[in-house]
């Protein structure tokens, strides 16, 4: 059986694909399956994706989806389906977590709930085979039960490593995964909900690869072309202190580029911030999402203090490593006062940049709980795009225009901590930083 992945854009900035195809395709391959790739880019048309269906001669279509992604994609998948009769399954963060929406949009047959790799085999076995494809385990088949999950893969070393020309990645520029889940309890994330998925079944889905097998990909890569940058795509890198204390010197020794990862300031400390920078690490993405410890607390269930997260700063600036920061705005619940210590947290911390979001309750998650049952949904929120730029709750102590106000102040801060990295130019004199700085703020 042939699958043809397509990857849906909605905007043009991201530098690589959905991982999943990327794990999904090597591992389908292995067992005797045939996989390739399209990306259709914002400019494409339906038109271009049909030709590529054409090209391709696939047995079935796969659809990587977060929720961004989705409304593009139901109306692309609609109007592919009025033109070739191809099966059309759909697995990631969105489906695994509203398969019976997904399923009830014309022309997807199949949702992936959880991992894809032993699933997606199975159902290309089953209809290689002509059998009927309900009772495989991780697959719903439209009309059919809900199947129990298919237990995490082990050892996740024996997965094959990830298809970079799926991933689609700028040549040298690496994105890798050492870990799969996490174990906090943020109540806005849907990374954590995988390990509830699993949990509601008896199943425990965090596992972590060896470094060897770390290093090995890393050095395959190498071996078949340029090797510039690292982008560890792990939920928290620096979870395991023991791990990533041996895994940091192999990586300087055998490896030794540049490289980035994402952390949680309380899991990260002093002597950990120069383990990674001596390693080459050069920007650690950390969440801040508020500066209300109220907020944070209460609502977020992240318990670090505004102490903690100052004082992180300070060491990764001090080890010569780019701290960059996402915040938040207009979560259920926050008021004009949280906002503002928000702002005032942000200016005050050492950061080399940062981003900030508009929340968006992603289907799954406790947050997305909470606005249903508190009613902050409107009725049409399926129909709202996830664009973090607007609310689209009916919040009950923030207007949109509050939420406006707390946006452009973020924008203008973040406007001054650029220019303030280069203090001897005006913003007359860099005008491509100040198209970036906007365009970021009017993309998300
Ligand atoms: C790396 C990453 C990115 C990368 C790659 C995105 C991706 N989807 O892989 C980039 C930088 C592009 C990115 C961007 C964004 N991301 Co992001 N990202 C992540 C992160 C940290 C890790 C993903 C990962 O490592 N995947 C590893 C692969 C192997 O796992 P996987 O994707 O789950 O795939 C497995 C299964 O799901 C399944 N599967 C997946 N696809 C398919 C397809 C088929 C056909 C089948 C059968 C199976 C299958 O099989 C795979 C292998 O087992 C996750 C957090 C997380 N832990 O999930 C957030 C996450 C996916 N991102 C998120 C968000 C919000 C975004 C953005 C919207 C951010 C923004 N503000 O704009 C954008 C949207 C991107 C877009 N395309 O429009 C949210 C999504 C929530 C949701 N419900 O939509 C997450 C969950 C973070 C969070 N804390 O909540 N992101
Ligand atoms: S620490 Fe990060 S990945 Fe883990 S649950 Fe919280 S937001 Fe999600």
Not at 16 to 23: H, I, T, W
Not at 146 to 165: C, H, K, Q, T
Not at 359 to 379: D, I, M
């Amino acid at each position: 059986m042939k699958i043809l992945f397509i990857e849906v854009d909605t905007e043009a900035a991201w530098t690589v694909a959905s991982l999943g195809p990327g794990a999904v395709a090597p591992y389908v391959r292995q067992q005797g399956h045939e996989a390739s790739f399209f990306r259709a880019r914002v400019h494409h048309t339906v038109r271009d994706v049909l030709a590529e269906i054409r090209r391709h001669q696939p047995d079935i279509l796969g659809f990587s989806l977060v929720t961004k992604q989705w409304q593009r994609a139901r109306k692309m998948v609609a109007e592919i389906r009025r033109e070739v009769d191809i099966p059309v399954i759909a697995g990631g963060l969105h489906p695994t977590f509203s398969p019976e929406e997904v399923l009830s949009n014309p022309g997807f047959d199949y949702v992936c709930l959880g991992e894809g790799e032993e699933s997606t085999q199975a159902l290309l076995d089953t209809l290689e085979a002509g059998q009927p494809t309900e009772g495989i385990d991780g697959i719903w088949t439209r009309g059919g039960q809900r199947p129990s999950m298919r237990a995490p893969f082990e050892p996740i070393d024996d997965l094959p490593f990830m298809d970079r020309a799926v991933l689609d990645e700028p040549e040298g520029v690496i994105h890798m995964n050492t870990q799969r889940g996490c174990p906090f309890v943020c109540t806005y994330c849907a990374a954590r909900m995988w390990n509830e998925l699993y949990e509601k079944e008896g199943r425990f889905y965090g596992r972590r690869r060896s470094h060897q097998n770390v290093l090995q990909e890393l050095e395959t890569i190498r071996a078949n072309g340029p090797l510039r940058w690292v982008n560890f795509l792990d939920d928290i890198f620096t979870l395991d202190r023991e791990w990533v204390a041996s895994f940091t010197p192999l990586y300087k020794k055998h490896i030794g580029v540049g490289f980035s990862v994402l952390s949680r300031v309380d899991t990260i400390d002093e002597r950990m911030v120069h383990m990674l920078a001596d390693a080459g690490c050069k920007m650690i993405t950390y969440g801040v999402e508020s500066g209300s410890e109220r907020v944070r607390k209460r609502i977020l269930h992240r318990p670090m203090t505004n102490e903690r997260i100052a004082q992180v700063m300070d060491w990764t600036h001090a080890a010569g490593i780019m701290a960059i920061n996402n915040y938040m705005i207009g979560l259920p619940g926050e008021t004009r006062d949280d906002l503002d210590q928000t702002v005032a947290l942000a200016s005050q911390i050492k950061q080399f940049d940062f981003a900030y979001y508009v929340f968006y309750p992603y289907p799954g998650t406790k947050l997305f709980q909470t606005c249903k049952e508190q009613g902050l949904l409107p009725p049409d929120y399926l129909e709202l795009p996830a664009n973090h730029r607007g609310s689209i709750l009916r919040l009950k102590h923030l207007t949109n225009a509050d939420i406006q106000e707390y946006y452009d102040k973020m924008t203008a801060l973040r406007m001054r901590i650029c220019l303030a990295r280069e203090p001897t130019k005006s913003m007359e004199d860099q005008p491509e930083l100040v198209a970036h700085v906007s365009r970021v703020a009017t993309t998300f």
